[in-house]
């Protein structure tokens, strides 16, 4: 099949170019603009507590306000604040609310007698916080209005003897767009520039150096853009802040792999003595399977996440399924048409020796030596990836969302910090006990005192308010639970299964309680992932296996394929938990990170043992015995393998450059992990073990040599393609 794909693109290549970039602008100029967000509870379904609890809350209480922000007041000099202090407090939130900042529905004051405004002063006098509400109709992305408020209130405080800063969730949302959109930026310099001189190196070559990311950026990458928002908007599916810098790195990165594993053969294709059109040829018709193979399991694995309870994966993984399914088809007819249309001369420009091929004298010693131990091979690169697993035991999650995914030198990061140490650390995101009539009944305040006495007794709670709001129609009660840890510390999500079960068991007669607030919608997330783990890995892991049982027509090799990425989950789940748990002293690793590791290490990992194990069947069917088989292997398929690994890995190396802990944490592991896969799982554990199973790798589906074995050559007859031996080294 991908032989007859072959002829007709480079037999029809302007007209596939042209073809190309029509449909392209056409997707492209229809698609919508791509919304995202990044509130967290955004992504959980509906049933469960914390947004059951927040619906209730828009119900009984309309004309309440949830903080959407808050505006953190000191002096410049950092002393107590005087009277005349916060009289120019209550100046600037006079101010403020006369400006009538659209989606601004109130600003509360700071002092002045009650209760409420008193406590908004810390113990030690030093800091005010006003809190800011947003009307029900303010859109996800409200920067605008942040942005105007977060400037008014600096102007207005002008000449006075105060500093304000602007905290809370709006102000996280649009620091944290700012951070992304400068973190896109740098991931997307230095992935491309690592890729143009990598590129260089391997192919000594102009052309060949910016070809692909030409290709990415002019048409695959718009192009995947529109079709990911379409989706999104036909299936109203949620998008946050880091999909793009993720979407960047993969197409750039999945884009430039398959770009290598067509460039390597149709090198060797050109070397071997044939015509270019007919060298493109079949480079497609021996490279195409396994790319379309490697694209299929990596867009299962993403496309598995629909099945996630989390919005946040739930588009994600279609997301990425469709950058690499758009990516793949381009791969196999947009770019060898590109290529097949430009001189040999002109394309491998100002080198002279590419038609020369090297001794492969590195990577044939690295396949001597499996051919000749294989056993030792296998055990010591299983070794490796089975100490690393065990590390893995450590890890820890955490659910700072804010604090990972900007630096902490943002103005809503020092409010943040500012607030738990000047006040109790919970202040800063309170959680809400809702208590419900179950019977129409209205509640009875008399038992007010005990319920909140149950709450207060709750291990980690530091205070409950007195006198809880009540509704209009007396249903409906609002308790406001401080917590003694960060809302978003996992001691602050332990602290919520007892506060839950005190809340729901201490619940009077006739009514039931509702928890909400932040914590509880983390507390929430975490029960969301456990559910994941349980049922998207498993799925995934089976359809993996059956795109490479029809790929090998073998029962035997996916099984061990699957063990090996398994441990390479494992492995770089354990590395990292050792590099920032304890090298870094982090309290955990963002609870979203084993997600990712599966996204990118298990799936786009699995490329690399998809093509060499491709080419270890194709080895064995020409003849070769199983370790001979495994030294042809990597010695050909190693400099493919080398490359790719070397390019994807660098690529996401780069998310480094963010500055944030996500980033840092998402740019390690998955750099991290894509080198285990390419240069100890594919290079060394997967050829060293199908070396040791010998003709069983392959069963039922092995036949004689020749039978079944690949396309034939342009211009050959099948007899002299695949008979043993007969193909000259430089054909590899």
Same mark, same amino acid.
């Not at 403020?96 to 810390?122: C, D, F, M, N």
């Not at 490329?607 to 270890?616: C, H, K």
């Given at each position: 099949?991908?032989?007859?794909?072959?002829?007709?693109?480079?037999?029809?290549?302007?007209?596939?170019?042209?073809?190309?970039?029509?449909?392209?602008?056409?997707?492209?100029?229809?698609?919508?603009?791509?919304?995202?967000?990044?509130?967290?509870?955004?992504?959980?379904?509906?049933?469960?507590?914390?947004?059951?609890?927040?619906?209730?809350?828009?119900?009984?209480?309309?004309?309440?306000?949830?903080?959407?922000?808050?505006?953190?007041?000191?002096?410049?000099?950092?002393?107590?604040?005087?009277? /005349?202090? =916060?009289?120019?407090?209550?100046?600037?939130?006079?101010?403020?609310?006369?400006?009538?900042?659209?989606?601004?529905?109130?600003?509360?004051?700071?002092?002045?007698?009650?209760?409420?405004?008193?406590?908004?002063?810390?113990?030690?006098?030093?800091?005010?916080?006003?809190?800011?509400?947003?009307?029900?109709?303010?859109?996800?992305?409200?920067?605008?209005?942040?942005?105007?408020?977060?400037?008014?209130?600096?102007?207005?405080?002008?000449?006075?003897?105060?500093?304000?800063?602007?905290?809370?969730?709006?102000?996280?949302?649009?620091?944290?767009?700012?951070?992304?959109?400068?973190?896109?930026?740098?991931?997307?310099?230095?992935?491309?520039?690592?890729?143009?001189?990598?590129?260089?190196?391997?192919?000594?070559?102009?052309?060949?150096?910016?070809?692909?990311?030409?290709?990415?950026?002019?048409?695959?990458?718009?192009?995947?853009?529109?079709?990911?928002?379409?989706?999104?908007?036909?299936?109203?599916?949620?998008?946050?802040?880091?999909?793009?810098?993720?979407?960047?790195?993969?197409?750039?990165?999945?884009?430039?792999?398959?770009?290598?594993?067509?460039?390597?053969?149709?090198?060797?294709?050109?070397?071997?003595?044939?015509?270019?059109?007919?060298?493109?040829?079949?480079?497609?018709?021996?490279?195409?399977?396994?790319?379309?193979?490697?694209?299929?399991?990596?867009?299962?694995?993403?496309?598995?996440?629909?099945?996630?309870?989390?919005?946040?994966?739930?588009?994600?993984?279609?997301?990425?399924?469709?950058?690499?399914?758009?990516?793949?088809?381009?791969?196999?007819?947009?770019?060898?048409?590109?290529?097949?249309?430009?001189?040999?001369?002109?394309?491998?420009?100002?080198?002279?020796?590419?038609?020369?091929?090297?001794?492969?004298?590195?990577?044939?010693?690295?396949?001597?030596?499996?051919?000749?131990?294989?056993?030792?091979?296998?055990?010591?690169?299983?070794?490796?990836?089975?100490?690393?697993?065990?590390?893995?035991?450590?890890?820890?999650?955490?659910?700072?969302?804010?604090?990972?995914?900007?630096?902490?030198?943002?103005?809503?990061?020092?409010?943040?910090?500012?607030?738990?140490?000047?006040?109790?650390?919970?202040?800063?995101?309170?959680?809400?006990?809702?208590?419900?009539?179950?019977?129409?009944?209205?509640?009875?305040?008399?038992?007010?005192?005990?319920?909140?006495?149950?709450?207060?007794?709750? =291990?980690?709670?530091?205070?409950?308010?007195?006198?809880?709001?009540?509704?209009?129609?007396?249903?409906?009660?609002?308790?406001?639970?401080?917590?003694?840890?960060?809302?978003?510390?996992?001691?602050?999500?332990?602290?919520?299964?007892?506060?839950?079960?005190?809340?729901?068991?201490?619940?009077?007669?006739?009514?039931?309680?509702?928890?909400?607030?932040?914590?509880?919608?983390?507390?929430?997330?975490?029960?969301?992932? /456990?559910?994941?783990?349980?049922?998207?890995?498993?799925?995934?892991?089976?359809?993996?296996?059956?795109?490479?049982?029809?790929?090998?027509?073998?029962?035997?090799?996916?099984?061990?394929?699957?063990?090996?990425?398994?441990?390479?989950?494992?492995?770089?789940?354990?590395?990292?938990?050792?590099?920032?748990?304890?090298?870094?002293?982090?309290?955990?690793?963002?609870?979203?990170?084993?997600?990712?590791?599966?996204?990118?290490?298990?799936?786009?990992?699995?490329?690399?043992?998809?093509?060499?194990?491709?080419?270890?069947?194709?080895?064995?069917?020409?003849?070769?015995?199983?370790?001979?088989?495994?030294?042809?292997?990597?010695?050909?398929?190693?400099?493919?393998?080398?490359?790719?690994?070397?390019?994807?890995?660098?690529?996401?190396?780069?998310?480094?450059?963010?500055?944030?802990?996500?980033?840092?944490?998402?740019?390690?592991?998955?750099?991290?992990?894509?080198?285990?896969?390419?240069?100890?799982?594919?290079?060394?554990?997967?050829?060293?073990?199908?070396?040791?199973?010998?003709?069983?790798?392959?069963?039922?589906?092995?036949?004689?040599?020749?039978?079944?074995?690949?396309?034939?050559?342009?211009?050959?007859?099948?007899?002299?393609?695949?008979?043993?031996?007969?193909?000259?080294?430089?054909?590899?």
């Amino acid at each position: 099949m991908f032989h007859r794909i072959g002829q007709f693109v480079v037999k029809r290549a302007w007209w596939v170019i042209i073809a190309w970039v029509v449909a392209a602008v056409a997707v492209i100029a229809s698609a919508p603009a791509l919304t995202t967000s990044d509130n967290e509870s955004d992504f959980l379904p509906s049933h469960y507590e914390s947004i059951v609890a927040s619906n209730l809350q828009q119900q009984a209480f309309p004309s309440a306000f949830t903080p959407n922000a808050m505006l953190l007041f000191e002096r410049t000099d950092g002393g107590q604040l005087t009277s /005349d202090d =916060k009289a120019a407090i209550n100046k600037v939130v006079t101010g403020l609310t006369a400006e009538h900042i659209k989606y601004v529905q109130v600003i509360t004051p700071v002092g002045g007698g009650s209760a409420g405004a008193e406590k908004a002063v810390s113990k030690d006098g030093k800091y005010a916080l006003s809190q800011v509400g947003y009307t029900k109709d303010a859109p996800q992305d409200s920067s605008v209005t942040t942005k105007q408020l977060r400037d008014d209130a600096k102007s207005l405080a002008n000449g006075s003897n105060l500093k304000v800063q602007l905290g809370g969730q709006a102000a996280q949302n649009l620091d944290q767009k700012d951070s992304s959109s400068s973190a896109d930026a740098l991931i997307f310099l230095g992935s491309f520039l690592l890729i143009v001189v990598i590129l260089a190196i391997i192919f000594r070559s102009a052309i060949i150096s910016i070809l692909p990311l030409l290709l990415i950026m002019a048409v695959m990458m718009p192009t995947s853009n529109a079709l990911i928002a379409d989706a999104t908007k036909l299936f109203d599916l949620k998008a946050n802040s880091t999909m793009s810098a993720i979407l960047i790195v993969v197409l750039l990165g999945v884009g430039t792999d398959y770009f290598l594993f067509l460039m390597f053969r149709y090198r060797e294709r050109l070397r071997a003595g044939e015509e270019r059109k007919e060298a493109m040829i079949n480079a497609i018709g021996r490279v195409g399977e396994a790319i379309a193979s490697a694209a299929g399991a990596v867009t299962v694995a993403f496309a598995v996440l629909i099945l996630s309870s989390l919005g946040l994966f739930k588009a994600i993984g279609p997301a990425l399924a469709i950058a690499v399914v758009t990516t793949a088809i381009a791969s196999i007819t947009l770019v060898p048409a590109v290529l097949s249309v430009i001189p040999e001369r002109a394309l491998f420009w100002p080198g002279k020796k590419w038609m020369h091929e090297k001794d492969g004298a590195r990577f044939a010693a690295l396949g001597r030596m499996t051919q000749r131990h294989p056993a030792r091979v296998a055990a010591a690169s299983g070794g490796v990836l089975i100490l690393l697993t065990l590390a893995a035991l450590g890890y820890k999650g955490t659910f700072d969302l804010a604090s990972g995914s900007m630096p902490k030198t943002k103005e809503s990061m020092v409010v943040q910090n500012t607030v738990m140490s000047a006040y109790s650390a919970g202040a800063s995101d309170p959680s809400q006990v809702y208590l419900t009539s179950t019977n129409g009944t209205p509640l009875d305040p008399s038992a007010f005192p005990a319920y909140e006495q149950a709450l207060s007794g709750v =291990k980690g709670v530091a205070d409950v308010a007195a006198n809880p709001q009540v509704s209009n129609d007396k249903l409906t009660a609002d308790f406001v639970v401080t917590l003694k840890d960060d809302p978003a510390s996992n001691a602050a999500i332990d602290t919520m299964d007892g506060l839950r079960k005190a809340a729901h068991s201490a619940a009077p007669a006739g009514t039931k309680a509702l928890v909400g607030g932040q914590t509880a919608v983390e507390a929430d997330i975490n029960a969301a992932m /456990d559910h994941d783990y349980k049922v998207v890995f498993p799925i995934a892991a089976v359809l993996i296996m059956v795109i490479l049982g029809l790929l090998l027509r073998s029962v035997v090799a996916p099984w061990y394929l699957m063990a090996s990425v398994g441990l390479g989950f494992g492995a770089t789940l354990g590395a990292t938990s050792v590099v920032f748990q304890k090298f870094d002293h982090q309290s955990g690793l963002m609870f979203m990170l084993p997600i990712f590791i599966y996204l990118f290490v298990v799936a786009i990992g699995t490329d690399y043992n998809i093509l060499m194990i491709a080419r270890l069947r194709e080895e064995a069917r020409e003849g070769r015995d199983p370790r001979a088989a495994a030294y042809e292997a990597i010695k050909h398929g190693g400099p493919t393998v080398a490359a790719a690994g070397s390019i994807l890995a660098a690529s996401f190396a780069t998310f480094m450059l963010a500055g944030n802990v996500l980033f840092s944490e998402i740019g390690f592991s998955i750099a991290f992990g894509i080198a285990l896969a390419a240069f100890v799982m594919a290079m060394f554990f997967t050829p060293a073990l199908t070396a040791l199973l010998g003709k069983a790798a392959w069963w039922p589906g092995h036949q004689e040599p020749g039978a079944h074995g690949g396309p034939t050559l342009v211009g050959q007859g099948r007899s002299d393609a695949h008979t043993s031996g007969a193909e000259p080294a430089g054909r590899r």
